[in-house]
């Protein structure tokens, strides 16, 4: 009975840990698409919001690694129950990175908003976002269901997040050679869209860690990249 009760309570400690995940994955989410939605609304009311909120994410995330610490030292687990929880910590510290670059967007954003002369939709930098966010959303599921064929879909979506951003690079590049007053904006755009790019790359690292969780090992395959910005900007100098 005794040994009953400790696989009990173990299995309520990982369930609890996977709820911490949860949220925190939840809230991350709500970064990200409140962050760009503001952008694109050209809605300044609630980025102070969305930059406030990012001290909630980071404390969701300590506080899940401190749990994990704990079960972890009072537990003991070996082979899968450990990878389990140590999957679990190693996705929280991404997903508050995530929240991290979420709030750089608002920030950036609200810069634009407030000195720009011309509101200039941009296409390309709305469709980047969505697909990240498609893919974030996907490979938070894919952890909650344990399915590993899914996470590696989302990894394999991140050529395509990578040639976005080099096609956006180079348009945000030349909307700045047509005048002085287009340089701000666009250099701040640069650096959102880079965050985006970067949203994506951490979400195949979340990927990956899924992987190895149900296989044991990491991906023997070079994640594949696309993003040709940097060649770009050498071509443009």
Do not use: C, W
């Not at 696989?7 to 962050?35: I, N």
């Not at 760009?36 to 102070?48: F, G, K, M, S």
């Not at 952890?143 to 348009?171: I, K, N, Q």
Request: aromatic fraction near 4%; glycine fraction near 6%.
């Amino acid at each position: 009975m005794a040994s009953g009760h400790i696989v009990a309570s173990f299995d309520e400690d990982l369930a609890e840990l996977k709820t911490m995940l949860a949220r925190l994955g939840g809230l991350a989410e709500k970064q990200f698409a409140d962050a760009t939605d503001a952008l694109e609304r050209r809605d300044v009311q609630n980025i102070d919001e969305i930059i406030a909120r990012d001290a909630l994410l980071d404390e969701m995330e300590f506080n899940l690694n401190e749990r994990g610490i704990e079960i972890i030292a009072l537990r003991a687990p070996v082979a899968r129950d450990l990878r389990r929880i140590i999957v679990t910590i190693k996705v929280a510290a991404v997903l508050e990175r995530i929240g991290d670059y979420a709030k750089n967007i608002a920030k950036r954003s609200r810069v634009i908003i407030e000195h720009e002369n011309n509101k200039s939709d941009n296409v390309s930098l709305s469709r980047m976002a969505t697909l990240v966010q498609q893919m974030l959303n996907q490979v938070l599921d894919a952890y909650v269901s344990g399915d590993a064929d899914l996470a590696m879909e989302v990894r394999d979506r991140d050529m395509e997040v990578d040639r976005l951003h080099t096609s956006l690079f180079g348009e945000i590049m030349a909307s700045m050679s047509e005048g002085p007053e287009q340089v701000s904006a666009g250099s701040h755009l640069l650096f959102i869209a880079k965050n985006i790019e970067r949203i994506g790359d951490h979400t195949t690292g979340i990927a990956e860690q899924i992987f190895f969780l149900k296989n044991g090992q990491y991906p023997t395959d070079e994640r594949p990249k696309a993003d040709k910005s940097s060649v770009s900007a050498l071509e443009q100098s």
